[in-house]
T-cell receptor, first 115, second 111 residues
Framework: GAVVSQHPSWVICKSGTSVKIECRSL??????MFWYRQFPKQSLMLMAT?????????EQGVEKDKFLINHASLTLSTLTVTSAHPEDSSFYIC???????????FGEGSRLTVL | QKEVEQDPGPLSVPEGAIVSLNCTYS??????FMWYRQYSRKGPELLMY????GNKEDGRFTAQVDKSSKYISLFIRDSQPSDSATYLC???????????FGKGTRLHILP
């Protein structure tokens, strides 16, 4: 079964609205979770590292005010795309690392389409 | 030079053939190596996770790491149409470090 659950799997929204994506680590507690963005036929681009109980660490070029990350518990991290625009349309994927083995498990991804 | 190089393909092989997927890397400090399979519009799925040089086998899949050449491979035996997907290599220096991904190789297994 799934180790990491991501919801919703797809979402369509109007330009200017905000969208929240949830990522749950089902099999283990995760102090750290990761958010990626993937364009068609491209590899994963790390956006930010979500740290439980503290601020997320954003990669260079990623707007922290645009992509709000909250990691309120050891099993849940959320990504909110604020004031979404069509260029934010993409496939967003979260991941969680097994704290004992270091193996990285991914969610099923969320496809965001901004009209 | 990019940290991780991976031929994007597409790679088309007949069903039953042995598939060889490869990545090269530039950072000799990488110690943990991974292969992920990603079906269209799905999240990546971990296939193999290895540490340092050597081989690791799991069913029809064999991962090979040659740190002296900075070269890793994934072999798929008795390939099947259901193996058609994008395969991403990934690696990091320490278990908790940022993981660097290759761009992925698109594989098509022809029935």
């Amino acid at each position: 079964g799934a180790v990491v659950s991501q919801h919703p799997s797809w979402v369509i929204c109007k330009s200017g609205t905000s969208v929240k994506i949830e990522c749950r680590s089902l099999d283990f507690q995760a102090t750290t979770m990761f958010w990626y963005r993937q364009f068609p036929k491209q590899s994963l681009m790390l956006m930010a590292t979500s740290n439980e109980g503290s601020k997320a660490t954003y990669e260079q070029g990623v707007e922290k005010d645009k992509f709000l990350i909250n990691h309120a518990s050891l099993t849940l991290s959320t990504l909110t795309v604020t004031s979404a625009h069509p260029e934010d349309s993409s496939f967003y994927i979260c991941s969680s690392a097994n704290p004992n083995t270091g193996e990285l498990f991914f969610g099923e991804g969320s496809r965001l389409t901004v009209l | 030079q990019k940290e991780v190089e991976q031929d994007p393909g597409p790679l088309s092989v007949p069903e039953g053939a042995i598939v060889s997927l490869n990545c090269t890397y530039s950072n000799s400090a990488f110690q943990y190596f991974m292969w992920y399979r990603q079906y269209s519009r799905k999240g990546p799925e971990l296939l193999m996770y290895t540490y340092s040089s050597g081989n690791k086998e799991d069913g029809r899949f064999t991962a090979q790491v040659d740190k002296s050449s900075k070269y890793i491979s994934l072999f798929i035996r008795d390939s099947q149409p259901s193996d058609s997907a994008t395969y991403l290599c990934a690696m990091n220096m320490n278990r908790d470090d940022k993981i660097i991904f290759g761009k992925g190789t698109r594989l098509h297994i022809l029935p």
